[in-house]
């Protein structure tokens, strides 16, 4: 009877270490979570504290201007861009603006581009390496058809380009409130021109192929209206004119410029045809008198 009670003593001692240990490993499970969701708070939170540190330290570096970067791209509601900063060929910084479509239409740097739809572009706004400001339209194909400049001393000159980027025509201004039209040759050589010159006087000019100005006219500050027409040499050789005493006059001149002969009309007085030397003495004359006769000598 000893054995049986004996054996009945252990199991009775197994069955009370079973029950007790089964509360003492749900006791163990739950500790456990509670270490887990405390290593996961304490991740978070440095988590947060590194986030939080890290947007101070952009904030603070964007304060005192130090943020840097490759390039800033603005995207619209489609995620399309319709802006970009970015670095330029040249160096310096380029803000490309583009349309709901994401087309670019404008680049702003160095100076302003405005481009078309094929993203060509159609006119450029700088300024020159020597500081005045210059604007530049072209067509399709990139040729500069027309330009707007500035110089140093105010003058403004507009020009107008051919097919090929070859001036062919232009209108500036000059010292004093000279303002003159010009055109061109396709070898760009000036061919005509008209404008108002320095001294108010308003003026016309025919140049040949070699650019010699070959007619010229001109209504000077006095009132005498003249038309001038050179040789090859630039050198006048025929006035006609209309003097500031109401004489009507055509003078012919030689290579050296010395008047050798001249026909005139006076108002209200009768024409004459006269004859210079080299001297510009008068030496021969064909009048008419008073009377409606034809004189060949001198006033009388």
């Known amino acids: 009877m000893s054995i049986h009670w004996l054996r009945a003593a252990l199991l009775l001692v197994l069955l009370s270490s079973f029950s007790g240990a089964q509360p003492r490993a749900e006791q163990a499970s739950k500790q456990d979570?509670?270490?887990?969701k405390g290593v996961v708070y304490m991740v978070g939170l440095a988590s947060g504290a590194a986030l939080l540190v890290s947007l101070g330290?952009?904030?603070?570096?964007?304060?005192?201007?130090?943020?840097?970067?490759?390039?800033?791209?603005?995207?619209?509601?489609?995620?399309?861009?319709?802006?970009?900063?970015?670095?330029?060929?040249?160096?310096?910084?380029?803000?490309?603006?583009r349309?709901?479509?994401?087309?670019?239409?404008?680049?702003?740097g160095s100076g302003l581009k405005l481009c078309d739809r094929a993203g060509r572009v159609r006119a450029d706004l700088r300024l020159e390496s020597d500081k005045t400001p210059l604007l530049e339209l072209y067509d399709e194909r990139g040729e500069v058809r027309a330009g707007f400049s500035l110089s140093e001393d105010g003058a403004g000159s507009l020009a107008f380009y051919d097919e090929t980027g070859r001036p062919r025509a232009g209108l500036g201004s000059g010292h004093a409130g000279a303002m003159r039209l010009s055109f061109f040759d396709k070898q760009g050589r000036m061919r005509l021109q008209s404008g108002i010159e320095d001294e108010e006087v308003p003026s016309f000019k025919l140049y040949d192929a070699q650019g010699?100005?070959?007619?010229?006219?001109?209504?000077?500050?006095?009132?005498?209206?003249?038309l001038e027409m050179r040789d090859q040499d630039g050198h006048t050789r025929t006035i006609v004119g209309v003097l500031e005493d109401g004489i009507a006059w055509l003078g012919v001149l030689d290579e050296e410029q010395r008047f050798r002969a001249g026909l005139g009309a006076p108002t209200g007085g009768n024409?004459?045809?006269?004859?210079?030397?080299?001297?510009?003495?008068?030496?021969?004359?064909?009048?008419?008198?008073?009377?409606?006769?034809?004189?060949?000598?001198p006033d009388s």
């Open 33 to 36: 979570l509670q270490a887990l």
């Open 57 to 97: 330290l952009l904030v603070a570096r964007w304060r005192i201007g130090t943020v840097r970067a490759r390039r800033f791209v603005l995207r619209g509601d489609e995620g399309q861009p319709i802006a970009q900063l970015v670095q330029g060929p040249n160096g310096s910084g380029e803000l490309e603006l």
């Open 99 to 108: 349309d709901a479509d994401g087309e670019l239409t404008a680049v702003l």
């Open 271 to 297: 024409p004459r045809l006269d004859f210079y030397d080299e001297d510009g003495e008068t030496r021969a004359s064909l009048r008419i008198d008073n009377q409606g006769r034809f004189k060949t000598d």
């Open 212 to 226: 010699e100005v070959r007619g010229a006219l001109s209504v000077r500050a006095d009132g005498m209206t003249l």
